[in-house]
């Protein structure tokens, strides 16, 4: 079945440590997005990607990085330098940056220990 | 820059009954999208409708339906006979049709409908 796949379901960081998310795609989607998912703020985004070995920064991107150098893989890293990491993390895709269904994964509960 | 917003955080209908959900936004663009998507607890988003701007007529989904009022930019849900797999949060969201193609989201309505 096609979809998208983040992975851990849910990963604990210590203080002053990065982690990385995956995500994962077999859409054959060339656009990509992470998402942050807080209480009451609905869904901000990080950074996105509309095609191989190009990458944006969206509306919260300081203490992120992200690589895109192959289409269906979209790993976000978590920095040391982001000061509030704890949060519910979103990967979506669209067909293209024309195309405008969003397709979701699981996503990744990440928690600061 | 775009804004929308969800003024309901909570709201709760009986099982059968028909529920609004409320969302407003800003633009200056002439061409975009606005969608309402669910998230249910398992978390998993899922695209319920989606309107064109461009098209006067509201889009209809089985159960769902939009009230698209494009001058007081505004885009309601509809959910008739409501059920329990109704219960979700749900979040409105607006694209415009040019540059990044970036989605803006709400802040979410927590729907729970009631046996």
């Known amino acids: 079945d096609g979809g998208i796949t983040q992975s851990p379901k849910y990963l604990f960081r210590k203080e002053g440590q990065n982690v990385t998310l995956s995500c994962e795609q077999n859409?054959?989607?060339?656009?990509m997005y992470w998402y942050r998912q807080d209480p009451g703020q609905g869904l901000r985004l990080i950074y996105y990607s509309q095609i191989v070995n190009d990458f944006q920064k969206g509306d919260i991107a300081e203490g992120y990085s992200v690589s895109r150098e192959k289409k269906e893989s979209f790993p976000l890293t978590v920095t040391s330098a982001q000061k509030n990491p704890t949060a519910f993390y979103l990967c979506?895709?669209?067909?293209?940056?024309?195309?405008?269904?969003?397709?979701f994964g699981q996503g990744t509960r990440l928690t600061v220990v | 820059a775009q804004t929308v917003t969800q003024s309901q955080p909570e709201m709760s209908v009986q099982e059968a009954e028909t529920v609004t959900l409320s969302c407003t936004y800003d633009?200056?663009?002439?061409?975009?999208?606005l969608f309402w998507y669910k998230q249910p607890p398992s978390r998993q988003m899922i695209l319920v409708i989606r309107q064109e701007a461009y098209k006067q007529q509201n889009a209809t989904e089985n159960r769902f339906s939009v009230n698209f009022q494009k001058a007081a930019k505004s885009f309601s849900l509809k959910i008739s006979d409501s059920q329990l797999g109704d219960t979700a949060m749900y979040f409105c969201a607006f694209m415009k049709v040019s540059g990044t193609y970036k989605y803006i989201f709400g802040t979410g309505t927590r729907l729970k409908v009631l046996a």
């Open positions: 859409l054959n989607h060339d656009a």
């Open positions: 633009t200056s663009e002439s061409n975009y999208y």
């Open positions: 979506a895709s669209t067909v293209d940056r024309g195309h405008t269904e969003a397709f």
